[in-house]
């Protein structure tokens, strides 16, 4: 029998209900969009949020109210998960097409996480497996969104971190000092303002994906590591304007002290912002990055305690000329080595105000600064004594001065031995009456402070009216057994190890 086939058939009534199922969907989506950036910059925030709401609106009544009205068959309810989330992509891509600006990517961004989060597609209502969920767009769709998003957040950092650092600059040179906290210790708002920034972009990126959180908490640091180089800048130009009249900016001290104080914020912001980001346990050591970082953050402190110290000596510098001179043993009493103290003490009053790290390392600093001044106007043989009697008295005077300057920072809170405690042997080459003896001077000298040169010993005994240079070079070298390389060796630096004679 010849097969028969009726006009106008199959109608494909399935097909066509499928296919206007479709339409209305695309509708759903693309008819919800209210308002577009010209008229208000919230436009996608508010069309994602309204797409949000009907799709789960739609999908709860597929689930409750059509699926019955459908054979079993038709699996309604994921044809129309499927229609949505392939409708909704296509949308999505249009608009990433039109180019958005960087709100907008964030908006997005953090949309395509709620998108399978408990306020849609997880929602309990709809019990749908998320993990079985096609991508709502394509990975490197994504991808070229997150790259977009991390080049614009760059500029953005770098800009208000500048913008940060040129208010803080300006506060420099103000009339009044910084604030001090309720410990004493001088500040500046820079380092909470900076990583406020930071944290609140960091907040951003989490509410995205913990990859995006990653990547921007990488961008932080590099950022970070180009603030320093930046901020380095700024503060040797402050140093620089200030050494050319000493007298300006006039709290410079205070501010330096201020600015130290950061640093140390800066660390601790740091870490707290590795440990929060990187889910790092309390005790853990940085990772290579963030070690990194604070090493330089320490670095550029420490290159500002010397801008400190810079300023006392300056100060210093005409008294630690006058010491071991001829005018310096002519004169009663010891005003160099007076001034030295009171100068020093002075300036204690505003190291206080650093903050105890910093504090306890510029303190140890001074007190070898100081220690070296003396100990070279010693070597360097700016005087040679005439007779025993002027070398006795010299003798007492050095072991009271030295013994003057251990005392000043022992008081201001020093603990332990003392660089100017060298002093105390050295002097006995000096002092020593009996050359026979020397020997055996040298030989304590050497054997307590392994890095002492021959040089130094020789100006030292060069000073005495009994000895003449070549009579001490040959005593020592006929007491030393072993040479200075072979002393070097020992891997042991003193004082000494920083003294140039001339």
């Known amino acids: 029998m010849v097969k028969f086939h009726a006009p106008g058939r199959p109608k494909r009534w399935k097909e066509k209900m499928f296919h206007e199922l479709e339409k209305c969907v695309t509708y759903r989506i693309e008819g919800n969009q209210l308002e577009d950036r ?10 994602l949020e309204l797409t949000r709401q009907i799709i789960l609106e739609d999908l709860r009544v597929v689930k409750h109210l059509c699926s019955p009205c459908f054979p079993p068959s038709y699996k309604i309810f994921e044809y129309f998960v499927k229609t949505y989330k392939d409708s909704l992509s296509i949308h999505l891509q249009n608009m990433i097409c039109d180019e958005l600006e960087h709100n907008e990517i964030i908006s997005l961004l953090t949309w395509l996480t709620e998108y399978i989060g408990p306020n849609l597609m997880a929602h309990h209502e709809l019990n749908i497996d998320v993990k079985l ?8 769709e994504v991808e070229t ?7 614009t957040l760059h500029a953005n ?7 940060t ?24 708002s820079l380092p909470v303002i900076v990583f406020q920034m930071i944290e609140q972009n960091m907040q951003v990126a989490a509410q995205i994906s913990k990859d995006l959180t990653t990547k921007v908490l990488l961008l932080c640091v590099e950022v970070l590591q180009e603030f320093i180089e930046f901020y380095r800048s700024s503060i040797r130009t402050y140093k620089d304007k200030h050494m050319q009249d000493r007298s300006q900016p006039r709290h410079y001290f205070q501010y330096m002290v ?13 870490r707290q912002l590795e440990r929060r980001h990187l889910n790092q ?13 604070m090493d330089a953050f320490d670095c550029l402190a420490g290159e500002c305690l010397g801008f400190l110290l810079d300023e006392v000596f300056l100060d210093l510098e005409p008294h630690n000329y006058q010491l071991l001179t001829r005018s310096w043993y002519q004169i009663n009493g010891s005003p160099s080595v007076d001034t030295i103290c009171v100068t020093v003490e002075d300036y204690y009053n505003d190291f206080v105000h650093l903050r105890k790290r910093y504090f306890v390392s510029i303190m140890k600093e001074a ?17 040679i004594f005439k007779t025993y009697e002027e070398r006795k008295t010299a003798s007492e005077k050095i072991c009271k001065e030295s013994e003057q300057i251990s005392n000043l920072f022992r008081r201001l809170g020093d603990e332990g031995s003392s660089p100017i405690d060298a002093v105390s042997v050295m002097v006995e080459l000096i002092r020593l009456r009996d050359t026979s003896l020397l020997s055996l001077e040298i030989s304590g000298l050497v054997s307590k402070y392994p890095d002492v040169r021959t040089d130094h010993v020789i100006n030292l005994l060069a000073m005495r009216e009994d000895l003449g240079t070549s009579n001490a070079r040959q005593m020592v070298i006929d007491t030393l057994e072993e040479d200075d390389r072979q002393r070097f060796g020992q891997q042991q630096r003193t004082i000494f190890s920083e003294i140039r004679t001339k």
Not at 38 to 47: E, F, G, I, K, P
Not at 167 to 187: C, F, G, M, N, Q
Not at 281 to 293: D, I, M, N
């Open 258 to 270: 201020a600015v130290i104080n950061g640093f140390q914020q800066f660390e601790d912001f740091t």
């Open 281 to 293: 346990p309390p005790g853990e050591g940085s990772t290579t990055v963030f070690q990194s970082l």
């Open 367 to 383: 007190e070898k600064r100081v220690s070296l001044a003396y100990i070279t106007a010693l070597i360097e043989k700016r005087m």
């Open 38 to 47: 010209s008229q208000d910059r919230m436009w996608l925030v508010r069309h």
């Open 145 to 151: 969104l997150q790259q977009q998003y991390l080049k």
């Open 165 to 188: 650092l040129d208010t803080d600059i300006k506060e420099w040179y103000r009339e009044v000092p910084p604030e001090a906290d309720k410990e004493s210790y001088l500040h500046t």
């Open 133 to 140: 969920l096609e991508p709502l767009l394509p990975p490197r």
């Open 157 to 163: 950092i770098q800009k208000w971190i500048n913008n």
